[in-house]
């Protein structure tokens, strides 16, 4: 039996209204049999990794075992990846294929290494650990650092600061309402300065290449880099698409094989396709937005924003120790995917799937584990309410 807390939970309760939202899409679905696969494989996907992990993780060693069960067979993919690539003197683009057949490409790869080098950071110092443990957590940040590098995943980097703000967030205890305003002054002010933000970002043109410091300024080319104008291509054809059904969408799963008509003549690159042969909608909001609606996009922004509120508002509230440092560690790795997503999307594969809706479990039972003390306000108005 699932533990009732778990069912009542608000994170539970989004992840239902996704499930729930998703079914429906299917029925005014433009391809229903791939939107019903769809379905059923993220259905998979959350009773494995979310609703009987939180049976498993039950016995909270279980949750250390799991990460460092996927920690070390990761390992194992980066060094045949290291080695494969150090044949071709470790440049640009033999990054893009030499961890096939493991990963599809060096994007999924980088994003599910950045995932997990918060809980090795934790598991050098976690509490209750052997020396020996914590001198192999040493070795594996090394082997995980590397494979970061030299991925060339820019996205992958960019996450890591994030998830470094974040953790800056939380160890100051900067209070939700404080981060709230940062966030929607940091929107206006961009949407206000928006076109000459655009003048200064076209204006670079470095180009990804085998140089680090030339590939990490690409970033923000969006006047010559392939990948990054791609990028966009993708995003103004979901956008197309959803203007054209707002409500339903497409049907889950049905972006890469109908988006090709809804993409601009003058945002076409050298790599655009026809044939759904090169990946999603390249983001986690935008793709639901595609293919679920509007209510798509909103569920899957509310389950980021109530995850992250619960995490901000338990940390403080746990005693110094090693479940305060694995929970941290699982939150700052969802905060990589969470800010990974905004640039590619890879729930659809268990690579991300797995860990990212198994760290949403750990968080949650953290969450059971350190309730909130009520003050006396509010039990003196339960009691009247009694």
């Not at 890879?346 to 799937?353: E, I, N, S, V, Y």
């Amino acid at each position: 039996m699932l533990d009732p807390g778990v069912l009542r939970h608000p994170v539970t309760a989004v992840i239902v209204a996704q499930m729930l939202w998703m079914a429906l899409c299917i029925v005014p679905s433009e391809m229903p049999l791939v939107s019903l696969k769809f379905f059923l494989a993220r259905l998979w996907f959350i009773t494995a990794c979310y609703f009987m992990a939180t049976r498993l993780f039950a016995d909270p060693r279980n949750m250390h075992r799991m990460a460092w069960s996927f920690g070390i067979s990761l390992a194992g993919v980066i060094l045949y990846t290291l080695i494969n690539h150090a044949q071709f003197r470790f440049e640009h683009e033999p990054a893009h294929w030499v961890m096939s057949p493991f990963f599809k490409d060096h994007t999924s790869y980088g994003a599910i290494i950045a995932f997990f080098l918060p809980f090795l950071v934790a598991a050098v110092a976690m509490p209750g650990y052997s020396r020996s443990r914590k001198g192999m957590a040493v070795l594996l940040l090394l082997v995980f650092t590397a494979g970061l590098i030299f991925s060339y995943t820019r996205a992958a980097w960019v996450s890591l600061i994030g998830a470094l703000g974040m953790l800056l967030v939380m160890r100051l205890r900067i209070p939700i309402w404080a981060l709230s305003l940062v966030l929607i002054t940091g929107a206006a002010a961009y949407a206000v300065n928006a076109d000459r933000i655009t003048i200064a970002l076209e204006r670079n043109r470095e180009e990804s290449s085998d140089d680090l410091g030339e590939h990490v300024q690409s970033i923000s080319n969006i006047s010559s880099d392939a990948s990054n104008l791609e990028r966009l291509n993708r995003w103004n054809s979901a956008m197309r698409m959803w203007e054209d059904r707002p409500f339903f969408g497409w049907g889950p799963g049905t972006y890469m094989f109908q988006y090709a008509p809804f993409q601009a003549s003058e945002d076409r690159t050298i790599i655009s396709t026809n044939f759904g042969t090169m990946g999603n909608a390249h983001s986690e909001y935008l793709g639901p937005l595609a293919e679920q609606g509007v209510p798509g996009m909103l569920l899957m922004v509310l389950l980021v924003v109530v995850t992250v509120v619960i995490a901000l508002r338990l940390y403080p509230r746990m005693p110094a120790g090693a479940d305060r440092r694995l929970m941290t560690a699982a939150f700052l790795g969802l905060v990589t995917y969470y800010l990974h997503g905004a640039l590619n999307n890879f729930l659809d594969t268990d690579k991300a799937a797995v860990p990212f809706w198994m760290f949403t479990a750990i968080v949650v039972l953290f969450d059971l584990k350190y309730p909130r003390v009520k003050t006396l306000d509010e039990e003196v108005l339960t009691a009247s309410r009694k």
